[in-house]
């Protein structure tokens, strides 16, 4: 679709980890020919210093990792690659009137350059904005992801006309399927369990899934502040 109507792909991402496993990602597509070799922008000082991370220590990495991080065509060193440092280079990313995407800080949109580069585009209807995890309610990313027509960007309003696309496999966190089949090979008499990590409806409907498990434990979704005793 970029390819096709000349348009930007814009993706927010968090610096360390995600930002280069999305590298990754389209290196690896790229090379199989699944998608052109655009031009890739990675628009966020912090990614590009966790980058650097990754590229000295390949050995903290499965043999197949490896194996491509040592080679000469490596996953981040692609030639369609840029590492974007300085404001104005961020800036001039505007300029840039080919199909492109932007890679940037932060992954729900809420701070730093990507904000800018939404605001940038958000109003053109040949650019895509992808979401590729999992964002706060009421961030900007949480808007775009749940289809607003129009948001607020730096106390400015603007109509989104850009497409808006959502990939859910990126996400570090098993769901919750994944979850119960986790607790189900847990042995022993539990007492307790605690859900503490996601929204409150869906850690509530969790919680009553875990008591059906274990009917004689304690199953808690802890209040903010709430304190017990172990």
Known sequence: ??????GKIIIPSFAV????????TLFQIT?????????????????LQATEVFKRHPEC???SFYDVVMSANNPFSMKNITYI?????????????????????????????????????????RNTILIVGWCAPHTLGAQLASGHKEVNIFGEPYKVRANIETIDAFSGHADKNELRTWAEQVTGSLRGIFVIHGEEEPALTFAQTLRGLYPKANVLVPQFAESVEL
């Open 1 to 6: 679709r970029a390819v096709e109507h000349n």
């Open 17 to 24: 980890g995600r930002a280069q496993q999305l590298l990754y």
């Open 31 to 47: 090379k199989t020919n699944c998608i052109p070799a655009l031009p890739i922008f990675v628009d966020s000082p912090l990614s």
């Open 61 to 63: 990495f499965n043999k």
């Open 85 to 125: 440092q300085s404001v104005e280079e961020s800036k001039a990313i505007n300029d840039f009137k080919k199909p492109c995407i932007i890679i940037s800080a932060s992954g729900m949109a809420e701070a730093g350059r990507i904000r800018h580069h939404i605001k940038n585009n958000i109003e053109d209807d």
